[in-house]
C-alpha cells in the first residue's frame, strides 16, 4: 500500500530533551515536507526537500532541523524542544515533476511540558 | 502573500443533502488546488486535485471546480451521508515546484442521520 508513515504518532517530552520523529514514504517521490497544524493558524510548512540531500526552510523552521540522506526518509529533529513546538505534526510527499497531488502522513501529537 | 479563506467554518446538514463547500484565495497564480479530509486527530485525506489549466474535478460523489480569475473553489457534495463529518480544508500551491501548500482553515461539516 502507497502511504506516508510517522512515527511516534503520539509524544510527551519536557523542555529540552532533543527528539526525533521520524518520516518515511514508499512512493519512491522526490519531495517531502512537514507542517504543523496549530488552532487558529491552520497548516504551516516548516521544512521541505526537493532530494536526497537538498532541503529548504518552509515558513517556520525556527527551532527544527530536518536531513534528507536517503530518498524515503525525512525525519524532522527538535534539538531543544520548548512549549511552544506543542502541535500537530504532518509528513507529506509527492513526485516533483507534474501537477501531482501531496500525501500526507497520519500525524504525530507532540507535546512539549 | 497568498491567503486562503473557507466559509462557512462549520456546516450542520441533514443526510441526503447536497451541499457546497467555499474556498477562495487573493493571488489568481496558483499552480493547483488540493481538497482534503480530515477526521478528528487525524492525517489529511486527498480527495482532489484541480490542476490550474483544468476547471473541474469529479471523483464519486464529490466535485471540484476552480474558477482562477476570481480566484474561488468550490467542493460539491451529493447525496450526504454522516459518514461525510469531518473538517474539509482547501489548499493551494502557489510557488511553481517547491510544493509548499497555503491552507484554509477549513470547513467543519456535519451531516445528521
Known amino acids: 500500500e502507497a502511504q506516508v508513515t510517522q512515527n511516534p504518532r503520539y509524544l510527551i517530552t519536557v523542555t529540552g530533551k532533543k527528539l526525533t520523529v521520524t518520516c518515511s514514504q514508499n512512493m519512491n517521490h522526490e519531495y517531502m515536507s512537514w507542517y504543523r497544524q496549530d488552532p487558529g493558524l491552520g497548516l504551516r510548512q516548516i521544512y521541505y526537500s526537493m532530494n536526497v540531500e537538498v532541503t529548504d526552510k518552509g515558513d517556520v523552521p525556527e527551532g527544527y532541523k530536518v536531513s534528507r540522506k536517503e530518498k524515503r526518509n525525512f525525519p524532522l529533529i527538535l534539538e531543544s524542544p520548548s512549549p511552544n513546538q506543542t502541535s500537530l505534526y504532518f509528513c507529506?510527499?509527492?513526485?516533483?515533476?507534474?501537477?501531482?497531488?501531496?500525501?500526507f502522513g497520519p500525524g504525530t501529537r507532540l507535546t512539549v511540558l | 502573500k497568498q491567503e486562503v479563506t473557507q466559509i462557512p467554518a462549520a456546516l450542520s446538514v441533514p443526510e441526503g443533502e447536497n451541499l457546497v463547500l467555499n474556498c477562495s484565495f487573493t493571488d489568481s497564480a496558483i499552480y493547483n488546488l488540493q481538497w482534503f479530509r480530515q477526521d478528528p486527530g487525524k492525517g489529511l485525506t486527498s480527495l482532489l486535485l484541480?490542476?490550474?489549466?483544468?476547471r473541474e474535478q469529479t471523483s464519486g460523489r464529490l466535485n471540484a471546480s476552480l474558477d482562477k480569475s476570481s480566484g474561488r473553489s468550490t467542493l460539491y457534495i451529493a447525496a450526504s451521508q454522516p459518514g461525510d463529518s469531518a473538517t474539509y480544508l482547501c489548499a493551494v500551491s502557489s510557488s511553481g515546484n517547491t510544493g509548499k501548500l497555503i491552507f484554509g482553515q477549513g470547513t467543519t461539516l456535519q451531516v445528521k442521520p
Open positions: 507529506a510527499s509527492k513526485r516533483l515533476a507534474g501537477f501531482n497531488e501531496q500525501f
Open positions: 484541480i490542476q490550474s489549466s483544468q
